[in-house]
């Protein structure tokens, strides 16, 4: 299991990075749906979504790669879980690091639902 440090410190960047989550969580649900649905038409049409943001974070990769597993996992998303832990897994992330991320996600989930609490 990684430090505490380590773990405190992906969930404060988290928080920072609070907007584009905000994005990746729109991106899901829409993704989800697809997935979910039994309309085969839903995934052969462009989602058409305006990801700019995401596309120009500024961040690690690797880093946001967690946050899009982490933003995965929470939304049950099982196509997103495995193409996200796909990614991190072909840029040399270990299970141990994946599963530390997994792990503290409901933690990092928590703080966003305070600070929607708090900002609203």
């Given at each position: 299991?990684?430090?505490?440090?380590?773990?405190?410190?992906?969930?404060?960047?988290?928080?920072?990075?609070?907007?584009?989550?905000?994005?990746?969580?729109?991106?899901?649900?829409?993704?989800?749906?697809?997935?979910?649905?039994?309309?085969?038409?839903?995934?052969?049409?462009?989602?058409?979504?305006?990801?700019?943001?995401?596309?120009s974070h500024?961040?690690?990769?690797?880093?946001?790669?967690?946050?899009?597993?982490?933003?995965?996992?929470?939304?049950?998303?099982?196509?997103?879980?495995?193409?996200?832990?796909?990614?991190?897994?072909?840029?040399?992330?270990?299970?141990?690091?994946?599963?530390?991320?997994?792990?503290?996600?409901p933690v990092?989930?928590?703080?966003?639902?305070?600070?929607?609490?708090?900002?609203?």
């Amino acid at each position: 299991m990684l430090p505490f440090v380590f773990r405190l410190r992906l969930a404060l960047k988290l928080v920072f990075r609070f907007a584009v989550l905000k994005r990746l969580v729109l991106r899901f649900i829409f993704y989800r749906f697809r997935h979910l649905s039994s309309t085969k038409k839903y995934g052969t049409v462009p989602a058409r979504l305006r990801m700019q943001v995401i596309r120009s974070h500024g961040s690690d990769p690797v880093d946001f790669e967690l946050w899009c597993l982490a933003v995965s996992a929470i939304n049950g998303c099982g196509v997103c879980v495995d193409s996200h832990e796909k990614a991190l897994r072909e840029k040399g992330v270990g299970e141990e690091t994946i599963l530390a991320a997994v792990r503290t996600t409901p933690v990092i989930h928590a703080l966003a639902a305070v600070m929607d609490a708090v900002t609203v």
